[in-house]
């Protein structure tokens, strides 16, 4: 039993049983052994020594009650079973034992009780234990973690483990460790965790697991996560889910026991922590089988939503400095609101320290409005539909001097449909359709970006099908193109010019209006743009005209025809145009 004020109370002992004179006062009426003669010193037997060939013990019961925390636990090892054999005092010879014993929480009904073994034989000097657990549940740590983690955790441990030493020397080995059946749950009571933002898995298994305490190296064999579920959420408050998972600070007590702590031998301990061998740690081989990975943020103005679900992946090889490229696969599921799953893979290598990571790039239909809301923050532009697809070598170095980026290989965006958040009347954002295409292809992307280098991109074509774009003067007598930026970053539409002055009004224009815009010098680092021939295919232009009275529209259809291959290098050959259309319907 632990009391309330964190004191072990073991069985039989009282405030009697504790000596009341002083340490000291048993030993002075003794002789002391330098005045007895030599001879009899010599005579004196060297210790007791006990030998107990066979000792059992069966239907036991050990009571575990802990009173420091509240509420207390109660724990109980029933069917307690104790084997040893050939015990020798003192340890000159290996003892042989066996235990056996099931913990349950003691208030709890119909609690299924968790198995526990032991075996091994060893001395002082060398030997070996091994453990055997299973179905022991998370749950009878809870009281132990309600200061850690606000939501319950659940789920069940086995696994068989063994501890080895000789001398100084200790190991521990693991055939196998499993968590199974493991999900946070909301705590009762409290409010704000709801069960489909906590995670959970069916399980959690590592094989061949060897640790090595004297050269801090950890080895494990195998690492499985098999059906994992997550939901990474932010509020429209930028607190992550996270967070409410976190109970708060505790009153005090740690800073008081970091104060408390002497401050003497500093030094030897900065050396100590100093000339400590670092641990390594190598896995073998890590899976995940089936995951779903949900991602939710509710800051942006237009909430985030992506899920990569039937997620599977694995690394092998890895080592957690990072220091060595180690092989990735990555297949799923990818999908957002009101859209049809998309399909996403990665095969290639990755390194962290530094960061590179370069391998072969497989999406399909990957849903890019579903992150627009990240890189259209200061555009006034509402991405409703951009099924994006990729096929290619890809390559990323977060080098000294900057990034790293090499892109090759054939891309397109199908169903695009892109709108305007423009009102006339500045007060209200209304939306309208801008740009919507079936079709985009651009086969043969070559992109490469480099510190002290010039940007390049090179497409070998371009092919647009089905298109419409919208073109609108508003009834101010700005090309509503001119709004779409926002001035302050938020999606607040840049202030409109003044209108012009009536024709009697004095002209007052500064004669800094008339000096022309400042020519561009060429620059070694200015980027490289390479793009052949593009080809339009079936598409419309609507343009209307609110400035004047009466308004004024005009359509533009069955627009196709094609740009010749153009270049930004400096004595490239002009494009050639040829673009056949219908004018309001006519030839």
């Known amino acids: 039993t632990r009391g309330k004020d964190g004191a072990l109370n073991l069985p039989g002992a009282s405030a009697s049983d504790k000596p009341t004179g002083p340490v000291g006062s048993v030993a002075a009426t003794a002789t002391p052994q330098s005045s007895q003669p030599a001879a009899a010193q010599a005579q004196a037997p060297s210790g007791w020594q006990v030998a107990l060939e066979r000792l059992q013990v069966q239907g036991g019961r050990i009571r575990l009650t802990d009173e420091s925390l509240a509420p207390a636990v109660k724990l109980d090892l029933a069917d307690t079973q104790l084997k040893l054999k050939d015990v020798h005092w003192p340890l000159s010879k290996p003892v042989r034992f066996e235990a056996a014993a099931k913990l349950l929480a003691r208030d709890v009904k119909g609690a299924k009780p968790a198995n526990i073994q032991l075996s091994g034989e060893g001395t002082g000097q060398a030997g070996a234990v091994t453990a055997k657990l299973s179905d022991l549940g998370l749950s009878l740590a809870a009281p132990y973690l309600v200061n850690y983690l606000v939501p319950q955790a659940n789920g069940m441990l086995e696994g068989e483990l063994t501890a080895s030493w000789k001398g100084s020397d200790l190991q521990l080995q693991a055939k196998r460790l499993a968590l199974r059946d493991f999900a946070l749950t909301p705590p009762a009571g409290k409010a704000g965790i709801t069960q489909k933002e906590l995670p959970a898995f069916k399980l959690l298994e590592a094989g061949a697991v060897a640790v090595d305490l004297q050269k801090h190296a950890v080895t494990v064999g195998s690492l499985a996560l098999r059906n994992p579920t997550l939901r990474v959420a932010r509020g429209d408050d930028g607190q992550w889910m996270f967070a409410r998972w976190l109970p708060g600070t505790a009153s005090g007590t740690t800073a008081t026991t970091a104060k408390e702590k002497p401050a003497g031998n500093t030094t030897t301990n900065n050396t100590t922590k100093a000339k400590a061998l670092p641990w390594t740690v190598t896995l073998a081989d890590a899976s995940l089988v089936d995951g779903t990975l949900t991602y939710v943020d509710r800051l942006p103005a237009k909430t985030v939503f992506l899920e990569l679900s039937a997620l599977q992946t694995r690394v092998k090889n890895l080592t957690l400095d990072g220091k060595k490229p180690v092989p990735v696969s990555l297949s799923a599921k990818v999908r957002s609101i009101r859209t049809d799953p998309g399909t996403l893979a990665f095969d290639g290598t990755l390194m962290w320290d530094p960061l590179v990571a370069q391998g072969t790039l497989n999406a399909a239909q990957f ?162 743009f390479d793009i052949g021939p593009i080809r339009l295919v079936n598409g419309r232009v609507a343009f209307s005209d609110r400035f004047i009275k009466p308004n004024y529209s005009a359509d533009l259809s069955e627009l196709s025809g094609s740009m010749s291959h153009f270049s930004s290098q400096p004595g490239a050959a002009l494009a050639s145009l040829e673009l056949r259309g219908r004018a309001e319907g006519t030839a």
């Open 367 to 528: 849903p890019a409005q579903a992150l627009a809301p990240y890189g259209m923050s200061g555009l006034r532009l509402d991405l409703l539909r951009a099924d994006t697809s990729f096929k290619g070598q890809v390559r990323y170095a977060s080098l000294s001097a900057g990034p790293e980026v090499q892109v090759r290989g054939d891309a397109a965006i199908e169903d695009l449909k892109l709108n305007s958040l423009i009102s006339s009347t500045r007060v209200a954002a209304n939306s309208e359709e801008l740009l919507n295409w079936k079709a985009l292809s651009a086969p043969g992307i070559d992109f490469s970006m480099a510190p002290g280098a010039p940007m390049r991109l090179k497409v070998r074509e371009l092919s647009l099908a089905d298109f419409f774009a919208r073109r609108i003067i508003n009834p101010e007598g700005r090309l509503v193109l001119q709004d779409l930026v926002s001035a302050d970053g938020k999606g607040t539409p840049a202030a409109a010019p003044a209108t012009a002055a009536p024709a009697s009004a004095p002209a007052s224009a500064p004669a800094s209006a008339s000096v022309p815009a400042p020519v561009h010098t060429a620059s070694p680092n200015d980027p490289v």
